[in-house]
């Protein structure tokens, strides 16, 4: 368990930035995608929506090259960031 812990703290110590981006940038512009439900917005909401999905996905990977070994908690990572786009998303709309 201890190995675990301590492969984790040094993957978010090394990743800071990355972390912030899958965890709270990503779901937030994801959930500025979904919220944005004007006619005359379509494609604002479309851009938020992907841009927000492409930025857990660079981020992810941009993770990934930097750490092969670290794949499980990375999955972890990007779950959790999908996870808040959902639990904000019930809260908010």
Not at 46 to 63: E, W
């Amino acid at each position: 368990m201890d190995k675990n812990l301590e492969s984790l703290k040094g993957l978010i110590q090394m990743n800071l930035v990355s972390l912030f981006h899958i965890v709270v940038v990503g779901p937030l512009l994801v959930l500025a995608g979904l919220r944005c439900t004007c006619k005359s917005n379509r494609v604002l909401s479309s851009v938020l929506l992907f841009l927000g999905l492409g930025v857990m996905a660079y981020h992810t990977y941009q993770m990934y090259m930097r750490n092969p070994s670290k794949i499980m908690e990375l999955a972890i990572v990007l779950v959790v960031g999908l996870g808040l786009v959902l639990i904000l998303g019930k809260h908010i709309m």
